[in-house]
């Protein structure tokens, strides 16, 4: 075997590795294999332990809560900018008149952002703490505390007020729950008759039957676990709770478009995010739990949609006759 074969088949260092390099300005094919042996798994813990001097002004705004809106924009920690969001709910033909609710709300921005377009109030529920308390400071730093607020919330153990909502809103939130049929249930009774549904979610779309290496990965590496939904099942689930679902889009494309430019766009960030260290280890876990996301995608995985269902009538008892 020549050397050059060797070095062909040489195997690729892992992600965390090459990112850990890239962010010091070394290039990975400089360091030779010794090198490269002492930036394995200890390395993050180099930038961890970078002295910072000084403070941040905000101790809620810790270093992931900037790390993600430098990659998504203000006030969002996901795909998809106030544009977006406004481009979402404009099928609920929303008015001020309404109650609305989002699950899933990130650092706000999208509840933000209805109240904004539509003057509305609107509760927002988020499940991870961190996000939850940074959407909510920014809610009241924006003076909508308690027009706008954002609550922390397990979405296997919410409550809604029944009969209480004309609009809930979801992004890409039940594939993370173990229990989609009972949050699917409290959402369902916590809508007025003709209450709206609208969300977005991760489905799986390959062979349910084979478990390719690109949806292993995927699903192993999301923070809460995963077992997404076939869109058959999804219909299925909307027609035994009076959800009548009206549209159901593949917005993959859209989705994908919009990852790939945000991460290509971090190479005209990278001096901005390089003056906080502390960014380091949180920007080299969301890349990479992108990576995974656009690999099952592209490998047919996964695809995402958007859905909009509307509550049908209540069923009359026996005793209504």
Partial sequence: MTARTATARAPKPPFKQRFMAWWEGVEVDELDPAELAKRGPQQKDTVRKVKIDKKPALEWETPRVKL???????GFAMPGDKEFCLWLAKPAGLNP????AELGAGLGGFARALHEEFGLWISGFEQDPELARAAQEYSVMAGLGKKAPIFGFDPEL?????????CIFARDLFYRVEDKNKLLQTVEKALKPRGQLLFTDFIRVGPTDEMRPTYMAWQAGEPDGTDPWTLPKYKTACSERRLDLRVVE????????TVIKSLADLLEKAEVIREDPRMAEPLAEHVALWTRRVAAIDSGDIACFRFH???TGVDKMLSDW
Avoid at 158 to 166: A, P, Q, T, V, Y
Avoid at 250 to 257: C, E, F, M, P, V
């Fill in 250 to 257: 593949d917005i993959t494309k859209q989705l994908r478009g």
């Fill in 68 to 74: 993600l809106q430098t990659i998504w924009g203000p």
């Fill in 97 to 100: 008149t309404m109650t609305v």
């Fill in 158 to 166: 919410i409550e809604l007020r029944e009969s209480g909502h004309d």
């Fill in 309 to 311: 269902a509307f509550k």
